[in-house]
């Protein structure tokens, strides 16, 4: 019965952006929305906290498990962090719109990783 | 004018890989742990005046005429002293973290190395 406290967002790739798109579900355990980004946590992954319920989190002032990350936000514009989540089995959200390149490229897939996202393209489900 | 000093103080695991392909990724010694292993990680702490085209980059005694400057580049290195720098020669960043510098030869990426950016 405790299924209700989290609910899911559909994230869709913005214009250029690339991938998606990405149905992010936290849940017990795995609610964290990973903010690995400059200057704090960032409206996005606030914005996807709120909607769904999980726990924002900044990645570069604490460190957390793979396995509890519902998702991690970036905004790489570049080859570092695009690759290291998907990598690590973590969906990722690109504010960027960027396509995959770079030495981790093998790694980022439609269904790990959508890019080119701001507040519009998250869409809260209904169940 | 010197814009960003830092030493080099950790080298990731797997950041020969990047090497392979001229390619450096240099973050703040604050980054996470799974960025760590594909970074180069340094000390410096602050950017004196915005990174541009002309500029040049230093590894200890080695030299490299930056070329292009992607839209974010700036940002990255003034927040997580992250900046991603291409060895390629291109006057076109490829993507917006992209700084490009001239397609010269790396010297050994090792801790205790100088980074530096001047301008001119």
Not at chain 1, 59 to 83: L, N, P
Not at chain 1, 94 to 118: C, D, M, Q, W, Y
Request: aromatic share 8%; glycine share 12%.
């Amino acid at each position: 019965m405790t299924d209700k406290k989290y609910k899911r967002v559909r994230v869709t790739a913005g214009n250029r952006g690339w991938g998606g798109p990405l149905i992010i579900a936290p849940e017990e355990g795995k609610d964290l929305i990973y903010s690995v980004t400059g200057g704090g946590i960032h409206p996005l992954a606030q914005h996807i906290a709120d909607l769904t319920g999980g726990t924002a989190f900044d990645g570069f002032k604490s460190k957390a498990g793979f396995d509890e990350i519902a998702v991690a936000v970036i905004d790489c514009g570049g080859t570092a962090r695009v690759g290291v989540y998907p990598m690590k089995g973590v969906l990722t959200v690109e504010i960027h719109a960027i396509k995959p390149s770079g030495p981790l490229f093998r790694f980022i897939k439609e269904t790990n990783f959508v890019s080119g996202v701001g507040i519009e393209q998250v869409e809260l489900l209904e169940d | 004018m010197i814009k960003y000093q830092a030493t080099i103080t950790a080298i990731g695991p797997y950041v020969a890989e990047f090497i392979d392909h001229s390619i450096l990724v240099l973050f703040g010694d604050q980054a996470p742990e799974e960025l760590a292993e594909f970074a180069i990680l340094h000390d410096g702490k602050e950017l004196k005046g915005s990174l541009s085209v002309g500029d040049t980059v230093y590894l200890g005694e080695s030299s490299y005429s930056v070329l292009a400057v992607g839209d974010v580049a700036n940002d990255n290195l003034k927040n997580l002293g992250h900046v991603i720098i291409r060895f390629n020669g291109e006057t076109e960043p490829e993507m917006p973290g992209d700084v490009c510098v001239q397609k010269k030869p790396l010297p050994e990426i090792e801790p205790g190395l100088e980074f530096r950016i001047e301008e001119g």
